[in-house]
């Protein structure tokens, strides 16, 4: 019998949480742009553990935009235009963004391109968003942080504020 109420409690608790984050979600117009927060996520075919894998991503902190929701499910198009669906407990609403195109981008000291340089990010590189306005984004890479325009990232859009 105290087996059967802790398996109980326990199912409980995990659609408390769950709901928590339905709801969080419900309230996101749609599409919007997330994270992969595990190190290995699977990309499936349709909402369900049952459709086969279209992908394993190994690279937290990707961003994609969510473009579709079914119930725990989220329909997600990484970079490169894939869409498939993950699981929500997969994602992070931690902004973050790749660089795009096939030269490496300056990051400035301040939104500006004529401020002082201080790094060069190459395509692909992946970095953690904390302010954009103006068409400039603050983009952190494991410490190193400056401003890019965002016509050179994937993850955020034109014209978009971020606090």
């Known amino acids: ?7 109980i409690a326990g199912c409980a608790a995990a659609l408390v949480v769950d709901g ?11 599409p919007y742009y ?4 595990a190190g290995r996520a699977r990309m499936r075919t349709g909402p369900e553990k049952t459709y086969p ?3 394993l991503y190994q690279r937290a902190d990707l961003p994609v935009r969510v473009i579709a929701t079914f119930k ?14 993950m699981l929500a407990a997969l994602l992070n609403e931690r902004r973050t963004a790749i ?15 004529v401020s002082r340089l ?11 968003l904390s302010e954009c306005a103006s ?6 890479v494991k410490g190193q942080a400056g401003f890019i325009e965002v016509a050179s990232l994937w993850g955020v859009e034109a014209g978009e504020r971020l606090p």
């Open 20 to 30: 928590h984050a339905l709801a969080a979600d419900a309230k996101k117009t749609l």
């Open 1 to 7: 019998m105290r087996h059967w109420a802790l398996a």
């Open 118 to 128: 201080l790094w060069r990010a190459a395509p692909g590189v992946v970095g953690r």
């Open 34 to 37: 997330a994270s992969i927060s």
């Open 99 to 113: 660089v795009r195109g096939d030269q490496p981008v300056e990051m400035h000291e301040r939104p500006s391109p």
């Open 135 to 140: 068409g400039w984004c603050r983009l952190d």
């Open 53 to 55: 894998a279209s992908w």
């Open 72 to 85: 725990q499910w989220r329909k997600v198009e990484d970079p490169d235009g894939t869409q498939g669906w």
